[in-house]
């Protein structure tokens, strides 16, 4: 009987929604050219017929909800990652799956402050454990006291997330 791997599991989930944010955003982004585009051509909103501006009120409310859709993906997907970091894997395919939304992320993330250490970490520990620690145990382990660290770090990352938003 094969046990259920939840790094598979997760990295599916992560993968799904990671698409479902880049779908979120691309649908902000031509809500929110559509609104310039219609802003730029526009005089404003005086002298204009009622329907016009009701019009472009509608375009804003849209592009209000299709940003906090975004939003409310991007938050679930980061939520799958983390997650994802603190799943055993029960498989290399899951170990596998872990490494690639690693170097998925890594490439999409610019602001790598804190998002790989975790993630590396549960990769090596899930080899440790599946080989059974004699053939890893050469190298080197994560230091505990370092992930206190990690955390701090990841506290900083969401603080400065928080503030771009502004």
């Known amino acids: 009987m094969t046990l259920a791997d939840p790094a598979l599991a997760l990295s599916q989930a992560w993968t799904e929604a990671r698409a ?11 809500l ?7 802003r730029r051509s526009s005089e404003g909103v005086d002298g204009k017929p009622a329907s016009r501006a009701g019009y472009r009120d509608g375009m804003r409310r849209a592009y209000a909800e299709a ?8 938050a679930h997907e980061q939520e799958l990652l983390e997650r994802l970091a603190g799943a055993p894997a029960n498989s290399l395919a899951g170990i596998a799956a872990k490494l690639s939304v690693i170097a998925i992320e890594a490439e ?3 602001d790598l402050t804190d998002f790989p250490v975790p993630h590396v970490r549960s990769a090596l520990e899930d080899l440790r ?17 370092r992930e206190e660290v990690g955390r701090t770090d990841l506290c ?5 997330a928080i503030q771009r938003e502004r």
Do not use: V
């Open 20 to 30: 479902a944010t880049a779908a979120q955003c691309l649908k902000q982004q031509r």
């Open 32 to 38: 929110e050219t559509a609104l310039l585009e219609r």
């Open 67 to 74: 940003k906090a859709a975004e939003a409310l993906a991007a």
């Open 108 to 110: 999409d993330n610019t």
């Open 129 to 145: 454990r599946l080989m059974g620690r004699t053939i890893l145990d050469s190298c080197p382990a994560p230091e505990s006291d």
């Open 156 to 160: 900083r990352a969401q603080r400065q």
